[in-house]
Nanobody, 125 residues
Framework: QVQLVESGGGLVQAGGSLRLSCAAS????????MGWFRQAPGKEREFVAI????????SYADSVKGRFTISRDNAKNTVYLQMNSLNAEDTADYYC??????????????????WGQGTQVTVSS
């Protein structure tokens, strides 16, 4: 059983930056591919980014490519999402998720078994 706890959300002005963190416990962190998803009010949960256990070949949704960076520190059992050039469309609850397997490029939320409780990001325009 893997537990995930996100932090780092908050209110930021358009054009600003935030870094989200997700601390994992209860499993061999490096064996999991980690993803970030988000859900805006009234919308479905959508893929944001994924990173493999070895940090190779992270991939991103087109809407955040070039602005967001996913990274991980396996020694600290933590995955990060650096978000730059934020805009109002980035306002959402952000969730980290874990999927067993060293390498994955999936963008489907249903492929991830473990989820955090979410952290809210609000971008004011």
């Amino acid at each position: 059983q893997v537990q995930l706890v996100e932090s780092g959300g908050g209110l930021v002005q358009a054009g600003g930056s935030l870094r989200l963190s997700c601390a994992a416990s209860g499993g061999t962190f490096s064996m999991y591919s980690m993803g970030w998803f988000r859900q805006a009010p009234g919308k479905e949960r959508e893929f944001v980014a994924i990173i493999s256990g070895s940090s190779r070949s992270p991939s991103y949704a087109d809407s955040v490519k070039g602005r967001f960076t996913i990274s991980r520190d396996n020694a600290k059992n933590t995955v990060y999402l650096q978000m730059n050039s934020l805009n109002a469309e980035d306002t959402a609850d952000y969730y980290c998720a874990a999927k067993w397997g060293l390498v994955s490029t999936t963008t489907r939320a249903s492929d991830f078994r473990y989820w955090g409780q979410g952290t809210q990001v609000t971008v004011s325009s």
